[in-house]
């Protein structure tokens, strides 16, 4: 057959530098990525078998061998599974096409130790490239089940790699490495010996469904011993917690997840009754980077009598527990489900509600028991779930149980609970206050007279935080109420003016906020004094329904057009120059200089809330104006 040389694509070079030269320290990683590729395979040919009667396949025995071979150093790790076509080989060895080099490369930058390094092999798909760091050449051999025709691919990693027809290959893939020297000063053990296989396969691929076989050692007369089955095969979601060592579910963790790092919570579930299945959930320690793109792959892996089924299976959580690992176990499913069925059955509409309040609940046991391992989860997921009070009305209840804030009373979070039971008497509502970030709305002119009377505030600053509190209306029949929208009345202090006082202050500035309201009404929809600011000259504020500009612009970013909402410029009659605008309004005729200093304080106030002027050369014209007839 006819051998054609094939360039490896641009990332997929510059990855096979970073193997072969040695990046990670615990080079054992790579046999754990072939061992994976390798179940893989075999759960696809199974699930393929069982949808398609007519597959030319031998199932009867699927299983995994480890062959080494002292003398030409080499270890093969072969499978009977799916196999690949000529073309697949070319599309999924010669190229990444989706596990983005450039974010791999960013992501190993950052990573603070070398564990954490040797992780992103897996999180990346790039686990087949991780052969390179033991071996100096790699021979891949595979047929696709139900075809005839077989292929060799064979590269040294050094740019380019060969791809050959080839008949009789067996079934499935064999993968062999030409085993570098050992070299124990830079972590390269000898991969032929037989404990070191052992060892390893004990340690990451103990859990796997099919057995891992070593093939025995020929001995003098040619002939070679009988396999040795190396893992135990055993279902950790079938065992009892106290048969299984957290060092078990960590590793199957990280098997399911590509993830480096130890999960943050184990989670286990087992019902019985007219309905069986077993769930083992995870809550990993830290959010994936791509957690909040379209393309982000969520879902459990769902089995259905120990049989894989689906790898990402979307119907048994919801949207907002995207970031949850693990494996689901049904014994009642048809084994031949697609992902169609599974969104209209019954049972999996039942198991997505109790997974769902399972993990919640741990949630909530985590806050209560453990506050530190509660905050990292916030931290890293607080963003996502807060997506399913707005979704998942049901649960909400459970998520605002969990739901954490900033605060202006705390460096660091508060629950919604602590927030009421320490609310000052007489005080009726939650108040928040939403932004872009902890310090720009902290610093925000609507903070000014809830700072100076001690009142504490929750600052959001996640964009669904925009959306959730008005879906939400209240918490334990407490108002939540934005405190840069409707009125705001505090009550006065003893050096503040009453409520006669404030109508008569009122009276007294009717002309100027309604020749104000002219000036500016392509802009705003009422001028009025202001009860909230203490230290500013004015600002900005929305009616208590009105749509903040942040809403405004993340629906015109998801496409829906939506009218521009005028908004409310409220004044601080004590200010100095509120008190000079209103004293040069009622003295003078010509107030076309008054028009400019009206307009000034309106886009003062729009920065102040960290907004853009409507017209920024226009504002700096006026204000430079303004700085040359003070000098």
């Known amino acids: 057959m006819s051998t054609e040389t094939f360039e490896f694509q641009v990332e997929a070079r510059q990855l096979l530098q970073l193997m072969i030269h040695s990046v990670y320290s615990n080079k054992d990683v790579f046999l754990r990525e072939l061992v994976s590729n390798a179940s893989d395979a075999l759960d696809k040919l199974r699930l393929a078998a069982l949808r398609d009667d007519s597959l030319d396949a031998d199932v009867s025995d699927l299983h995994i061998e480890l062959e080494t071979d002292k003398e030409a150093r080499t270890l093969t790790v072969r499978d009977n599974g799916i196999g690949m076509s000529y073309e697949e080989v070319g599309q999924l060895i010669g190229t990444i096409a989706n596990s983005g080099t450039a974010e791999f490369l960013r992501e190993l930058r950052q990573a603070q130790d070398t564990a954490g390094a040797e992780g992103l092999i897996g999180q990346f798909g790039v686990g087949f490239y991780s052969a390179f760091m033991v071996a100096d050449e790699v021979t891949l051999l595979t047929r696709r089940a139900g075809e005839k025709q077989g292929t060799r691919w064979t590269s040294r990693g050094e740019g380019t790699y060969t791809l050959e027809e080839v008949d009789g290959a067996p079934q499935g893939t064999s993968v062999t490495l030409h085993l570098k020297p050992a070299d124990p000063d830079n972590q390269l053990h000898d991969y032929t010996s037989v404990w070191k296989i052992k060892e390893i396969v004990k340690r990451y691929s103990d859990f796997i469904t099919w057995p891992v076989r070593l093939v025995g050692e020929r001995g003098d007369d040619g002939e070679a011993a009988e396999p040795e089955t190396l893992n135990s ?19 199957l963790y990280k098997h399911i997840s590509h993830d480096w790092r130890d999960p943050l919570q184990t989670i286990q579930l087992q019902a019985e009754g ?3 299945y077993q769930a083992l959930l995870f809550l990993p320690s830290h959010a994936p980077h791509d957690l909040f793109t379209q393309d982000f792959k969520r879902g459990v892996q769902l089995y259905v009598k120990r049989v894989f089924i689906m790898d990402d299976c979307e119907a048994l959580l919801p949207p907002y527990l995207r970031f949850v690992k ?11 489900v697609s992902r169609e069925i599974l969104q209209q059955d019954r049972h999996i509409r039942m198991m997505q509600r109790r997974l769902t309040k399972k993990v919640l609940s741990s949630v909530k046991s985590m806050m209560t028991d453990d506050a530190e391992r509660y905050a990292t989860f916030w931290r890293e997921f607080g963003t996502a ?36 039971e320490r609310m000052r008497d007489g005080q009726d509502d939650i108040y928040y206050i939403t932004g872009e970030s902890r310090e720009s709305i902290n610093n925000s002119p609507h903070m000014e ?14 964009p669904v935080d925009e959306v959730w509190v008005d879906a939400v209306g209240e918490y334990e029949g407490k108002p939540l109420r934005s405190i840069a929208k409707g009125e705001i009345d505090l009550g006065a202090r003893d050096d503040e003016k009453t409520g006669e006082d404030r109508e008569k202050q009122a009276e007294e500035y009717a002309g100027l906020l309604g020749w104000m309201r002219e000036q500016l009404d392509e802009d705003v929809k009422e001028v009025r004094l202001s009860t909230r600011l203490t230290v500013s000259p004015a600002c900005l504020v929305a009616d208590a329904h009105d749509l903040t500009p942040a809403l405004e612009s ?5 496409g829906q057009e939506v009218p521009h909402t005028k908004r409310i410029l409220e004044l601080n009659a004590a200010h100095v120059l509120v008190k000079g605008l209103h004293q040069a309004y009622r003295e003078r005729e010509d107030r076309s200089e008054l028009t400019e200093t009206a307009e000034l304080l309106h886009t003062l106030a729009v920065l102040a809330e960290g907004g853009r002027p409507k017209d920024p050369a226009r504002f700096v014209q006026l204000m430079a104006d303004r700085l040359e007839r003070t000098l």
């Open 233 to 251: 095969m055993k279902a950790l979601w079938a065992r009892s917690r106290d048969e299984v060592s957290e060092d078990e579910y960590h590793e």
């Open 274 to 276: 007219t309905f069986e």
């Open 449 to 462: 007279a809830f700072r100076e009377r001690g009142i504490e505030v929750l600052l959001l600053t996640d």
């Open 326 to 336: 693990g494996v689901v176990d049904a014994q009642d499913l048809s084994l031949n």
């Open 385 to 420: 779930l807060k997506e399913g009070l707005v979704t998942d009305s049901d649960n909400r209840d459970a998520i605002l149980a969990v739901t954490s804030c900033a605060t202006t009373h705390d460096d660091g979070t508060v629950t919604l609970k602590q927030y009421v």
């Open 554 to 558: 993340m629906y015109r970013a998801m």
